[in-house]
């Protein structure tokens, strides 16, 4: 029995300890103030959309009364600017209407009384006055009138060209050939057009030594190295003179100096030209007209020398016939590499 009593004490007192309270457990009065802080936050929140909204809406009924302020400015402009048509207009008639008459009556502008010469002399004056306005106003609708047809003019006139721009190169490209013809009598080509350009491009020398071994081939027939044969073939380059000489006796290489090769090949051109037609006039005899044939890509040469009645091929077509199997580089149009 005694040791029974003795450890009741001992069982309630672990009761009594391992009873712990609950962490984040509230109660009702801890709550309140939370849940009213969140209430504040959101009604400000509202309050600043609100205000924001009505800032914007302010801010839309300001620009509308802007553009109302500035359509009435404009209504209002346009309005004095009729008004003033339509008073050069009642002055025009006044001042047309007196001059009538005055044609019709001389004697109306000389009275006997002063009254009358006061009254003429006003309406003089004032007639004169609205004259000069009158022809102020017409002056210048007649500046306007002329400066709006010369700017007409001048767009027609741009219009006019790009067509016949685009009509010239649809020409041109129609034009140019792929085989020399056989009533040919000169023969250029545009060197420094067909060498190309870059780090690549095709050298001089190189280029001399294909077209004479072009020209120099035996063909059987009529074929373009024969044709070659019996014709001036000048190989022309731009700039100054280097030591180069053809092995050929018709191929002859020349170089424009300070001039453009392309107005050298043309001024050539339109002599020849020129000479064979003073020389029909002479003899009076008609005589087939020398026939050109120059070697360029140039859409400017081209139009150029079709205007002078010759005839083009294209650089690239007659540098695959110099080089068939594309052993020389050519610039930036290619051609294999040698290596």
Known sequence: MSTEVQQQPQAS?????????????????????????????????KAEKRAQREAAKVEREAAKVEREARKANRKAHREQRCAQREARKVQRAQGDRTKKEHKDNPACTSGDSSDDNVQDTTTTSSSSSGEETVAAGTSTDQDRKVAREARKAQRDAKCEDRLARKAELTNMRAS???????????????????????????????????????????????????????????????????PMQSKLANLVVQFSGDTIADDVIVAQLAAAKQAAAEDETQTQTQKPKPKTMVITS???????????????????????????????????EGGRRHH
Do not use: W
């Open 13 to 45: 007192n672990l009761i009594t300890t391992t009873t712990i309270p609950r962490e984040g457990c509230m109660s009702g009065q801890e709550q309140q103030p939370q849940q009213g802080a969140i209430d504040n936050t959101d009604g400000s929140n």
């Open 176 to 242: 140019q050939l792929e085989s020399i013809p056989a009533d040919i009598t000169a023969f250029y080509i545009d060197g420094n057009n067909i060498s190309g350009g870059g780090p690549h491009r095709m050298r001089r020398d190189v280029l001399l030594e294909l077209v004479e071994t072009f020209i120099g081939r035996q063909q059987r027939g009529v074929d373009s190295a024969a044709i070659l044969q019996t014709i001036a073939v000048t190989l022309l380059f731009d700039h100054h003179h280097s």
């Open 298 to 332: 140039d859409r400017e040469l081209s139009c150029r020398i079709l205007r002078e009645d010759g005839c083009i091929m294209r650089s690239g077509h007659f540098a695959r016939l110099l080089d068939p199997q594309g052993l020389h580089a050519r610039g930036r």
